[in-house]
């Protein structure tokens, strides 16, 4: 006899609304009509952030709103919920969330998707907790942009040499992917910043890279990393291999290497962790503490059977590499995995309702692109070496046709164009950052006056 399919939708509860949340949900929407569903996604932020292209949010050549896309307007056939998860009992089929209201809330669920990928990854370095800011989200990337602004504007005003040169030196610890993204954009804005002040007329910026391995930008290959360093190294930028940063108190960069740097800015890009928030969940974990799935993106147990109902995906997962030649090896926790494991749960999810088997996750790692800033970059798509103007292209192209949504990759596109024929935005908005702050002296300068008047 054939199987009667359940009216009765499962519950399908996605934890986390970045890369694998958005797609998830996504796809299971278009499943709606065949596998009902009551799909819900728990998220902190109000939107998901395309964290490649931040690099370019600092250099001002995207709009920060253009690298986020809307949770609740993506999503018209999902229910959005703001907030941290706080716990998850796999036995009792539970999260436990708290509210950005402040209430806590229990979630029943059929399945759940654990994907509430990685946080920045630090160390218990003196200073830094006061001193530094890491580069993971839209809201950081704006920080370091203005922050370059404001430092060569004081720069500009002050008249003591050590102060100056203070201002205008940078340092960046960990020189991987995003940290030599991030480094050329800002090395390049501050450049062009320091030009239309006459007073610094003369005076370069002092950027420092901070990296405790022997190369910077691993992900593109060794030829293209040695390559890499060396172009940063022409292009003034201060490269400190098997380095690392001892403490940074009182805003001086005191190096391994013995020098003590006195620094404006220091940004911590040393690489990403999985989410601590999985320590309140009963999940099997990994020797760097990502959860263990299978082939097919269930969470296992150590006996290899599936913990039903539960699946994981992008940086917090452990997923096996089954294609690589060299055994055992899973998969580098980047946005093309975490995509494509995105729209495979999408599909094996329903399936798993209607109790059909699902696919293992197969994938051959399509390259990486880098920019360095405009017109300058480097890219290993399937073994073929770009570098600079080409590299630049393919990273634009590439991001531009990944973009979640339509109307994202229009605004993107547009923004590029006015960067082309206009003239570099060079207005720090810093001021956003304490929005009360005139209002508020007003106030109290009118409450001082009405007390003197009084008295």
């Given at each position: 006899m054939p199987r009667t399919r359940s009216r009765t939708p499962?519950?399908?509860?996605?934890?986390?609304?970045?890369?694998?949340?958005?797609?998830?949900?996504?796809?299971?929407?278009?499943?709606?009509?065949?596998?009902?569903?009551?799909?819900?996604?728990?998220?902190?932020?109000?939107?998901?952030?395309?964290?490649?292209?931040?690099?370019?949010?600092?250099?001002?050549?995207?709009?920060?709103?253009?690298?986020?896309?809307?949770?609740?307007?993506?999503?018209?056939?999902?229910?959005?919920?703001?907030?941290?998860?706080?716990?998850?009992?796999?036995?009792?089929?539970?999260?436990?969330?708290?509210?950005?209201?402040?209430?806590?809330?229990?979630?029943?669920?059929?399945?759940?998707?654990?994907?509430m990928g990685a946080v920045?990854?630090?160390?218990?370095?003196?200073?830094?907790?006061?001193?530094?800011?890491?580069?993971?989200?839209?809201?950081?990337?704006?920080?370091?942009?203005?922050?370059?602004?404001?430092?060569?504007?004081?720069?500009?005003?002050?008249?003591?040499?050590?102060?100056?040169?203070?201002?205008?030196?940078?340092?960046?610890?960990?020189?991987?992917?995003?940290?030599?993204?991030?480094?050329?954009?800002?090395?390049?804005?501050?450049k062009k910043a320091i030009a239309v002040y006459p007073e610094l007329r003369g005076e370069r910026p002092h950027w420092v890279l901070v990296e405790a391995l022997d190369r910077v930008a691993p992900e593109v290959g060794p030829e293209l990393s040695q390559w890499s360093l060396t172009e940063f190294r022409d292009r003034g930028i201060d490269v400190r291999l098997k380095t690392t940063l001892n403490s940074c108190e009182d805003q001086v960069a005191v190096l391994s290497d013995g020098d003590e740097i006195p620094f404006g800015m220091l940004v911590w890009t040393a690489g990403v962790q999985p989410n601590p928030v999985l320590d309140a969940f009963d999940v099997p974990r990994g020797p760097k503490s990502h959860i263990v799935a299978n082939s097919r993106l269930q969470v296992a147990r150590e006996d290899g059977s599936w913990i039903e109902g539960v699946w994981a995906a992008g940086d917090i997962a452990q997923v096996p590499d089954q294609m690589s030649p060299k055994q055992p090896a899973y998969y580098p926790p980047n946005a093309q995995n975490a995509v494509r494991q995105a729209g495979l749960l999408?599909?094996?999810?329903?399936?798993?309702i209607r109790g059909r088997k699902v696919r293992e996750y197969r994938h051959i790692n399509l390259g990486t692109v880098a920019s360095y800033g405009l017109l300058h970059g480097a890219a290993n798509i399937r073994g073929i070496q770009l570098k600079d103007t080409l590299a630049w292209l393919a990273h634009r192209g590439y991001h531009v046709a990944v973009m979640p949504t339509f109307d994202r990759k229009v605004r993107i596109l547009a923004g590029w164009v006015a960067d082309a024929i206009g003239r570099i935005d060079l207005t720090p908005t810093d001021d956003t950052e304490d929005p009360r702050r005139d209002f508020a002296e007003a106030a109290n300068a009118a409450a001082d006056a009405a007390a003197k008047k009084a008295a």
């Open positions: 499962a519950k399908v509860l996605i934890l986390g609304g970045g890369y694998v949340g958005l797609y998830v949900a996504w796809g299971l929407e278009r499943h709606q009509p065949q596998t009902p569903m009551e799909i819900t996604v728990v998220e902190p932020r109000a939107y998901m952030t395309y964290q490649p292209l931040l690099p370019e949010v600092a250099g001002g050549h995207v709009d920060p709103r253009n690298v986020t896309v809307d949770l609740r307007q993506a999503l018209k056939y999902s229910t959005v919920l703001r907030g941290s998860v706080t716990g998850l009992d796999t036995a009792a089929k539970r999260a436990t969330v708290s509210l950005v209201s402040g209430e806590e809330q229990e979630l029943a669920y059929d399945h759940v998707v654990v994907a920045t990854r630090t160390f218990p370095t003196p200073g830094l907790a006061d001193s530094g800011i890491g580069f993971k989200t839209v809201e950081e990337a704006v920080w370091t942009r203005n922050r370059v602004l404001v430092n060569v504007a004081a720069a500009a005003a002050t008249d003591d040499p050590a102060e100056r040169a203070r201002l205008l030196t940078f340092v960046f610890v960990g020189g991987g992917y995003t940290g030599v993204e991030a480094l050329a954009e800002l090395s390049d804005l501050s999408a599909e094996s999810i329903p399936k798993s």
